[in-house]
């Protein structure tokens, strides 16, 4: 047993921290927030030189080959600073599946395109009906001249108006043995409309509708493993990746909330010296202390490749249920003054919240782990 | 990070769990607080602790030159873990945990040559008196009164909720030796043999109906200078040094999970409107939340464990586990009595209580868990001021 972070992902958090604290103030997070069409692009290429792009694509494609658990170091710290822009789409939702599900040689190029940071990618899976359940696919897919054809609709897909590529989910309903199955799919392909959606964090996800959409044959990614397979992996290794950035993120208000109280007085005396608000942060950091451990415990399962999905499960209800209590408990102790746009706290608190939906909530993954208990 | 045991570590859990499948009636159902309750189970709970000490484990974190194995803390709380998780008798906090390491601290070595050994063995049953009819929370305040008499000192006041007086043979105790000192500087630490002319023990039975409880009366009952830990008046740095025993709360996970795979399988079994409890959503979902926070006060030991196998000092880890720990007890608990239904109102008097009426026990026992060994409003304080450094004034 060994449960603190190596001598390498200390530096690495230590130079994340550092490059983060001069480049990503909470301005550049309200700029890219009010306008994201300008600033989507803005910090890319020092995420470039930095290596993270490559951080868990192996040195023969140019990368790092770093673990999941290092990348899950990275995360919290993106998210404590509410890092914008497409770094986690492109590296969890898109380099990831890809590295693990491509088969040999199938996607070189590509792995060394979204090293050097030429190319992003991002994943389409969820639809209208908003859900994580496979059987909520609905997009079609069908065998044409030289490879498919996908009609269909996706929403909510991360960064989509600044991907080259989608990692996209689709069902051929004349298979009967392996109906779903995951396809690259070019954002320029004839037939794609993508539409911005307003969310609460103008995040840039977006809307993309698929007519008669054609890919090659060398675009299925389930050459080597299944499509339930690729997705199901890709969804907990992105669950305990968003688990990441949650933490940082919520370490970031605990810290908000103890500097605050600890100068704000009221009736003669810092408000954090009352009893009430001494046991608010407590209970904050004790969510939290759970939560950090949780995170690293799957991440380290995800790393040594052993079987992960009920940690995955448990990290991520552990997190998304701490995530309100945590944020409600941070409001009251800031009083009317957190309550105002031009206070940051508000910016942690609506991307604690988004996090806590995407990929799967605490509801959606208690089901997993009941299913697991044999329940 | 590396969350993975040793194949020692992994060897040594299976030979507590074999030792315990074997040395344990396969109908133990009886919780801690009950142990005492009856002579033949007490009975019970002292021989079994003498084959604990026989093998090594009742001193497992001792270390070697006073006579322990001088395991690490992981190998501890691996230990605790498995004996907590089979609810089985045994773990001596008050001997082996608390007074042996101030001994080895803070005693003589003719204190140490007289008082080690006995608890090793498991012959000699310690209590602690610390809390008094007064003093809860506030334990510096304690009035027991040790007036420095010669080669003695002569006691006279009570101790409050002294956990098993009635079974036990000597307590180790906080008393004012200066009362004109601010009340930290003037009290003392010693040990006093509960045999002593003068001592009366009164039981105070909880609202399970269990003996578990006493009030200790001292009137003008004689302890000799030797028994004297520490320097006179210093008893408060003695009393709450921070001694290296393990502290990583890994009990109140693991009797929660073996309580939460009894209920799994009642769920599986009883029917409501129709369909199984175990088929229900909202059944599901309370498990499902019950189980990840197990998971959670699981790690939450393990970490604090393998901090003080760093040498670290984890005190704001060790309030969280406890105060983590159990306010999930009492969730667990009131999760337990609401699938029960009806039938949770059955005591194990009852041939018809389901799981032996242990949920009911735990129930009404969960009271008392974020009250004793440091309630929770204490441990936040921890948390809040030593932890996350939150003014005090």
Redesign the interface.
């Known amino acids: 047993?060994?449960?603190?972070?190596t001598e390498s992902q200390q530096m690495l958090r230590a130079a994340a921290k550092e490059f983060l604290a001069s480049a990503c103030p909470l301005q550049v997070v309200r700029e890219f927030e009010e306008d994201p069409e300008t600033h989507r692009s803005r910090l890319w290429d020092h995420l470039v030189e930095l290596g993270w792009t490559g951080l868990v694509i192996p040195e023969q494609y140019g990368g790092l080959g770093g673990s999941f658990?290092d990348l899950v170091v990275l995360l919290e710290e993106t998210g404590r600073a509410l890092l914008p822009g497409s770094f986690f789409s492109n590296t969890v939702l898109f380099s990831l599946p890809l590295l693990a599900f491509s088969s040999p040689g199938q996607n070189d190029h590509l792995l060394e395109q979204l090293v050097s940071g030429e190319v992003k990618g991002t994943l389409a899976i969820s639809e209208p009906s908003g859900s994580y359940h496979f059987s909520d696919v609905e997009t079609r897919v069908s065998p044409s001249e030289n490879g498919f054809m996908l009609t269909g609709t996706k929403m909510f897909v991360t960064d989509a108006l600044i991907s080259d590529y989608f990692l996209l989910a689709a069902v051929d309903s004349s298979s009967k043995d392996n109906p779903l199955g995951m396809f690259l799919v070019n954002s320029d392909a004839p037939g794609m409309e993508i539409t911005g959606l307003e969310t609460f964090t103008n995040d840039g996800q977006a809307r993309i509708k698929l007519d008669s959409v054609c890919i090659p044959a060398s675009h299925s990614l389930t050459q080597v493993s299944s499509g339930e397979a690729v997705l199901s992996k890709t969804l907990e290794w992105a669950s305990v990746a968003k688990c990441a950035e949650m933490l940082g993120c919520a370490q970031a208000i605990?810290e908000l909330v103890?500097a605050y109280?600890?100068q704000r007085e009221q009736f003669g005396?810092?408000i954090?010296?009352f009893?009430a608000?001494?046991?608010y942060?407590?209970?904050m950091?004790?969510d939290l202390?759970?939560a950090r451990?949780?995170t690293?415990?799957a991440?380290?399962?995800i790393s040594t490749g052993t079987t992960s999905e009920m940690?995955s499960s448990?990290a991520k209800?552990?997190v998304s249920?701490i995530a309100s209590r945590l944020v409600y408990l941070a409001h009251q102790s800031f009083g009317a003054i957190g309550f105002t746009q031009d206070h940051d706290l508000q910016l942690f608190t609506r991307r604690l919240k988004a996090g806590e939906i995407m990929f799967g909530d605490?509801?959606f993954?208690?089901?997993?782990?009941?299913d697991f208990?044999?329940? | 990070m590396d969350f993975s045991f040793t194949p020692e570590e992994d060897r040594f859990r299976a030979e507590v769990r074999q030792f315990l499948s074997k040395e344990l009636p396969s109908d133990w159902t009886f919780l801690e607080d009950e142990f005492a309750d009856d002579h033949t189970r007490w009975q019970f709970v002292i021989e079994f602790k003498k084959k604990l000490a026989v093998k090594g484990w009742l001193t497992l974190s001792w270390p070697k030159e006073f006579g322990g194995v001088g395991a690490s803390h992981l190998t501890q709380t691996i230990y605790n873990e498995e004996l907590a998780y089979a609810r089985a008798p045994g773990r001596d906090i008050f001997g082996t945990r608390m007074l042996g390491p101030v001994l080895m601290l803070y005693g003589t070595n003719d204190q140490q040559n007289q008082f080690l050994p006995p608890i090793a063995s498991g012959e000699i049953q310690w209590c602690q008196g610390y809390s008094e009819p007064n003093s809860g929370s506030d334990l510096a305040s304690v009035q027991l009164q040790a007036v420095d008499s010669g080669d003695h000192f002569i006691l006279n006041g009570s101790k409050m909720w002294t956990s098993r007086a009635h079974v036990s043979d000597a307590i180790f105790l906080l008393a004012r030796t200066n009362p004109s000192a601010p009340k930290h500087k003037g009290l003392s630490f010693l040990l006093c043999d509960l045999a002593s002319s003068g001592i009366s023990i009164e039981p105070i039975p909880n609202l399970a109906g269990m003996h578990y409880f006493n009030q200790v009366r001292f009137d003008d009952v004689k302890v000799p200078k030797g028994n004297l830990i520490g320097a006179k008046d210093e008893g408060w740095s003695v009393a709450t040094a921070l001694l290296d025993f393990e502290r990583s709360g890994i009990e109140y996970s693991a009797e929660a999970a073996k309580t939460l795979e009894e209920l799994t399988a009642f769920a599986k079994t009883e029917k409501r409107n129709g369909m199984l409890l175990s088929e229900s959503e909202s059944v599901r979902q309370s498990f499902a939340s019950l189980y990840t926070q197990i998971e959670v006060s699981r790690l939450i030991s393990y970490r604090i464990a393998w901090l003080q196998s760093t040498g670290a000092i984890p005190n704001k880890e060790a309030s969280m586990g406890k105060l983590f720990g159990t306010e999930l007890q009492q969730r667990i608990a009131v999760f337990g009595m609401q699938l029960l239904g009806l039938s949770g109102q059955l005591t194990s008097k009852s041939r018809w209580a389901p799981l032996e009426g242990l949920i009911l026990k735990q129930y009404l026992l969960s009271f008392s868990t974020t009250i004793r060994g440091g309630t929770s409003e204490i441990q936040r304080n921890i948390i809040a001021q030593r932890g996350l450094g939150l003014p005090r004034k």
């Open positions: 047993m060994y449960l603190d972070l658990s605990l103890i109280t600890k005396r810092p954090g010296t009893q608000i001494q046991h942060c407590a209970n950091a004790t202390e759970g451990i949780v690293y415990r991440a380290w399962k940690e448990v209800s552990w249920s605490e509801f993954h208690n089901s997993k782990i009941a208990l044999g329940l």
